[in-house]
């Protein structure tokens, strides 16, 4: 099964609307920690967000939150006042935790590609 | 504080030509990662330092690709050989990270876009 479900092909937004990137993940640690990153053409992971599974709140980075949903098991990024420069692939990414630690690795979805229309 | 760095941004080879990549990380960053990013995926961890040890690496990386990181800063990546499967985008990102935790952010370079004639 895979770690990290995004199955959103392609989202368009109009520039100043909010917009939400979906993400689904599967675990079975109970410690985990769920990542957004955004990949503008120039190639570069870009860290936007960060939600740990012990996290009470929902997390927020100025114009980004993240919806977490413990027990439906998603993550999905919304993004308020679109920006034309929000134009990106966004990738959702998470990290177990092994009882050793060992395991660091993050492990990526597919991504979704935004298009904000001015 | 430059950012992590990587070289070449671009490489064209033959296939069976061996190529190196660089990356530079962020200095005082005790982790480095590589990953490959083919097109429409995301990456796909290759292998990942602490200091310089090796501490991991995946199914991924067959026999013709080595990782160093000497002296725990700089890492280079080899493929030897190469093939037309071995295209894609090479992603190095470092971190510094003390202990065990699921919150150890990773920043990243612009990448090596690799292309095997």
């Known amino acids: 099964a895979q770690k990290i479900t995004q199955t959103q092909p392609g989202m368009f937004v109009q520039e100043k609307e909010a917009v939400t990137l979906d993400c689904t993940y599967d675990t079975s640690d109970p410690s985990y920690g769920l990542f957004w990153y955004k990949q503008p053409s120039s190639g570069e992971m870009i860290f936007l967000i960060y939600q740990g599974s012990y996290d009470q709140q929902n997390a927020t980075e100025g114009r980004y939150s993240l919806n977490f949903q413990k027990a439906r098991k998603s993550a999905n990024l919304v993004i308020s006042a679109s920006q034309l420069g929000d134009s990106a692939m966004y990738f959702c990414a998470m990290r177990e935790m092994d009882l050793t630690g060992a395991n660091s690795k993050l492990t990526f979805g597919k991504g979704i590609t935004l298009s904000v229309r001015p | 504080d430059t950012g992590v760095s990587q070289d070449p941004r671009h490489k064209i080879t033959k296939r069976g030509q061996n190529v190196t990549f660089r990356c530079d990380p962020i200095s005082e960053h005790n982790r480095l990662y590589w990953y490959r990013q083919t097109l429409g995926q995301g990456p796909e961890f290759l292998t990942y330092?602490?200091?310089?040890?090796?501490?991991?690496k995946s199914r991924l990386l067959s026999n013709r690709f080595s990782a160093e990181r000497p002296k725990g800063s700089f890492s280079t990546l080899e493929i030897q050989r190469t093939e037309q499967g071995d295209s894609a985008m090479y992603l190095c990102?470092?971190?510094?990270?003390?202990?065990?935790?699921?919150?150890?952010?990773?920043?990243f370079g612009s990448g090596t876009q690799l292309s095997v004639l």
């Open positions: 330092f602490q200091n310089e040890a090796q501490l991991e």
């Open positions: 990102a470092s971190s510094i990270q003390g202990g065990v935790s699921p919150n150890e952010k990773l920043f």
